[in-house]
């Protein structure tokens, strides 16, 4: 609906050839860029290689399809809302998703956590799960020609209840998500083998504590024993990558996260496995952004969750703001955006959700075009001879460079709505399938 035709006029009053409209801005743009030493046609060309991972979890409130399923307790995962039209089935959760690709520019991936397993009407135990759970989802990316990433869901079980899950003290317990974990490992590396897209095998647990907590180490030395046996087993990495991702607190975690970002960056280091940096995992003052080469600098590759914390780690809709920019930025500045694979992380379920999808998406997207934009050996000249009033003054000029047209001509090349034409398309799929649920 939103790519125009001559005479279309649209809600947001764009009238007339709307493709003969993006190409004469365009023309414009790639002027005032060239006159910086940027080639805009190669940059649209190097976003052809961008894969963002879309996270299923946005599409039904972190619910799953877990048949018994214990309901998000067991480790702080909370989504606020109750937008009409949460998908409840594997079903609508893909129709759902490949709506909101349409809507994005590109070609990426989807994020899938272990509790969206599709066992039928037989309940299987976490510590059971195998490849042929997840076959829907995969046929389904086949047929799509996307990735997967994936997560064990160390949360909403009855194992999870006493806040402790690897770093448990019982064994027993700690047993079964290490089994859990394992078989993670091993569905991601066959999902990776038969995609042809390296998987992401992302670990997050909740473990911690309310309240004070005495025996800190006596967790972390469980847990970096128990870490070690998940990852035992070798798999070749064009097929599997594992990442440990941090947190700084979370719900029922406030005093004590014994997953701490200390922890898991030593972990990293030492076993030779990518970290995880989540935007909303962090105090509000701290950006990840200043972290990645910091990490880069002695790791080859991490995975990064790009989220919107509102004063906590609320897990808001990504927008393109300062932080977004920053990130974006600090990657293309390092020369890293094929050793950082871009993940998103927010579940808003106050909003239309696939709305959410497509905001924070294309946000992340925008922001990774400008950094690609930015005339970075013209600032590093500046920066290097201590012109940096020069670097300053160049900083802000860049700001108001004709970014906008560009990737106008991004998503008009994509066959993608251009400009906020896309909600015409996501208040017509509400008005014929989100309605009907």
């Given amino acids: ?63 799953g399809f877990e048949t018994l399923s214990e309901g998000l307790s067991g ?31 590109g070609k990426h991936k989807i994020n899938l956590h272990a509790m969206y397993a599709e066992t039928g009407n037989t ?43 690897l770093s448990n003290k019982d064994k027993a317990i700690r047993e079964f998500w290490i089994e859990h974990g394992k078989r993670c490992r091993k569905i991601a590396a066959e999902i990776g083998k038969e995609l042809g897209i390296p998987c992401v095998n992302n670990v997050w647990i909740p473990d911690g504590s309310k309240d004070f907590t005495v025996s800190r180490l006596e967790h972390r030395l469980i847990l970096k024993d128990a870490l070690d046996e998940v990852f035992s087993e070798k798999y070749d990495r064009n097929y599997l990558l594992d990442a440990v991702e941090s947190k700084l607190f ?45 990490i880069l600098s002695f790791n080859k590759s991490l995975l990064l969750h790009v989220s919107r914390g509102v004063r906590w780690d609320s897990d808001h809709v990504v927008v393109l703001n300062d932080e977004t920019l920053a990130i974006a930025q600090e990657i293309k500045r390092s020369n890293a955006f094929d050793k950082v694979y871009i993940a998103l992380d927010f579940f808003d379920a106050s909003i239309n959700r696939i709305t959410a999808w497509v905001v924070g998406t294309r946000s992340v997207l925008k922001s990774i075009l400008i950094s690609l934009l930015e005339p970075t050996e013209l600032l590093l000249k500046e920066e290097l001879a201590g012109n940096l ?40 799929y509400e008005e014929k399938v989100l309605s009907k649920r």
């Fill in 123 to 165: 309940y299987v135990e976490r510590d059971k799960l195998e490849v042929s759970h997840f076959s829907k989802w995969v046929d389904w990316a086949k047929s799509k020609g996307i990735g997967i990433d994936f997560n064990p869901t160390f949360f909403a079980h009855k194992m999870a209840d006493s806040g402790f899950t």
């Fill in 250 to 294: 979370g719900i029922g975690s406030e005093t004590y996260v014994v997953g701490s970002h200390e922890f898991y960056m030593s972990y990293a280091l030492t076993r030779d496995v990518m970290i995880c940096l989540d935007a909303g995992h962090f105090h509000p003052t701290e950006s990840i952004a200043d972290k990645i080469s910091s």
């Fill in 75 to 105: 480790g702080g995962i909370m989504a606020t809302g109750n937008y009409p039209g949460r998908a409840r089935n594997g079903d609508e959760l893909r129709q759902d998703i490949e709506k909101a690709m349409d809507l994005i520019p």
């Fill in 1 to 63: 609906m939103g790519m125009g035709v001559a005479g279309q006029v649209d809600k947001y009053g764009l009238t007339g050839d709307v493709n003969e409209k993006v190409n004469k801005a365009y023309e414009y743009a790639r002027d005032v860029y060239n006159a910086y030493g940027i080639n805009t046609d190669d940059i649209l060309e190097k976003m052809k290689g961008i894969r963002i991972s879309l996270h299923c979890w946005q599409g039904d409130d972190v619910t």
């Fill in 389 to 428: 009033g020069n670097r300053l003054a160049l900083m802000e000029e860049l700001k108001t460079l004709p970014f906008g047209a560009v990737w106008d001509k991004y998503c008009m090349d994509n066959n993608v709505p251009v400009g906020a034409a896309w909600l015409n398309d996501v208040k017509e």
